[in-house]
């Protein structure tokens, strides 16, 4: 069965939505700053790693054929001509001439003509002359110049995330900087006359305003920079000029409430009147009222999700989560679907896509799903419960306990 009549449907919204974007513009940032971004230019090694050859081992650089017949019966005596440490071994390393060793420590370059390090565990630790009860193996404890990295190599490759293993080759290789498609700005509006900051007392039929620290944080732990507004009041002029002065630090802008048909949904009121701003029905439950467009003179891309928390909430995995990461320049968009067995009926809505709070586990036997609570989009105490949204499609009434359904795991990466 299609979505209901005069309703949009999810696939169709999401679409009209991401085909709407393009990545932000990539830029040099510093290592640090683009800890968990893709990048956004392929990697060359510009020099090779290990950058020379050098010691793994604390011990004593050697000629292999010096030392192959060392053993505990018959050990073999060297005299020590020198020292090497890291970081302290100059310009010209001198080479190491055949019957003579040099103590070196790990890290330091080998000296040339040396194919092997002696443990120093293998040794009396002499400084003058060392006495050696064991022999390596030719090229033993011997880190090769660039068997890790050769110059020219593709490192890293364009859209690949980057994380602390990334940063440190990076770093490595030199690189204070690389090209990565910045953190969106996400600007957080939360409209309501109803509304109070968390720690003020409520009166009359106040509430406090839990969506926008929820949206903030859902933006933020997808990586970007989320800025939460305070409270704006149901007054046009309010919402006009609080929206004008957030653009200018905006790539985005998620607002929560007034999209509805009530007197007083403000956000659908000025949208509308200044244009830019679709505002849609949606075939999905919870979320049905959505809208998307651009505002401002650079066109910042604003979505206006409905008031009821787990409306929000949902909304946003489902519209916002996709675009904000194709803003980033990242090559999945959407969280994978997983399979699990439901442990209880399930009910849904014909011509609407179901979108509901569970809990997903995964014991010995597979993977389960447990229904949270009820339908009510207000019910934010089960939300918080839930680690999951069973996805019913709009073909579908509901299902029976022990069907496989195909769940959104959240919290994951993806």
Known sequence: MPVSPGLTSVDDQLRSILDALEP?????????????????????????????????????????????TASDDRPVHLP????????????????LQPGTCVRIMTGAPVPPG??????????????????????PDEGQHVRRRG??????????????????RQIGLLASMG????????????????????????GRPLDGDAIHDGNSFMLAAAARSLGAIAYRVGIVSDTGDDFEEVLSDQLVRADVVVTSGGVSKGAYDVVKEVLTRSGGVQFT?????PGKPQGFGFVGEERVPIFTLPGNPVSSYVSFE???????????????LQRPLMKATTTEAIGSMLGKRQFVRARYDVTRTGATVTPVGGHGSHLIGDLAVANALV?????????????????????RDF
């Open 24 to 68: 932000l513009p990539a830029y040099e940032q510093p290592l640090l700053e683009a800890m968990g971004l893709p990048l956004a230019e392929d990697v060359v090694a510009t020099s090779a790693l290990p950058a020379f050859d050098n010691s793994s081992m604390d011990g004593y650089a050697v000629h292999h054929a010096d030392v192959v």
């Open 80 to 95: 020590v001509v020198g020292e090497i440490a890291a970081g302290r071994a100059g310009a010209k390393p001198v080479a």
């Open 114 to 135: 040396c194919d092997a390090v002696v443990p120093v565990e293998w040794t009396d630790e002499g400084t003058v002359e060392v006495r050696i009860t064991q022999a």
């Open 147 to 164: 068997e890790d990295v050769s110059p020219g190599d593709v490192i890293l490759e364009a859209g690949q995330i980057l994380g602390p």
């Open 175 to 198: 690189r204070p900087a690389v090209k990565a498609h910045p953190r969106p700005r996400v600007v957080v509006i939360s409209t309501g006359d109803e509304l109070r900051e968390p």
């Open 281 to 285: 029905e949606v075939g999905m439950q």
């Open 318 to 332: 489902v519209f916002v989560v996709p675009a904000l990461r194709k803003l980033m320049g990242r090559r999945r």
């Open 391 to 411: 996805v019913l499609n709009e073909d579908q009434s509901g299902v029976d306990a022990g069907t496989p359904v195909p769940v959104l795991v959240l919290d």
